[in-house]
């Protein structure tokens, strides 16, 4: 089993966008790391404390396939000067693939908390 992370911003606290940001992130993790969704064992998602309109989780539900994932959404500590609108996860996934290999997404934004392990 491998963690695979990802993170994507939004521009406004609007359901439509985080639904659209959220599904976006995973699509793109998904396909980078040529995954299928029932080698998914579960999905944790974060979001700052200035989105509230919907659970990330819920966005995630909507996609084909991801009927059977476990999901959970949480809440990100606060931290002073930190990234604003931002959602994260963490994939938990069965795959041969090794550490190195994995692919890790942060879009937007999102690409300053790992500029070192971003590739889009």
Known sequence: MRGIRGAIT???????????????????????NDINTEDIGAAIFSATTDIDVTFPAAAARKLAGWDMVPLFD????????????????????DTDKKQNEIQHIYLRRAQNLRPDISKI
């Open 10 to 32: 939004v521009e406004k606290n609007e359901k439509t966008i985080v639904n659209e940001a959220v599904q976006e992130l995973l699509q793109k993790i998904i396909l980078a």
């Open 74 to 93: 949480a809440q990100q500590m606060a931290v002073d000067n930190s990234i604003e609108k931002c959602i994260r996860v963490l994939l938990l996934v």
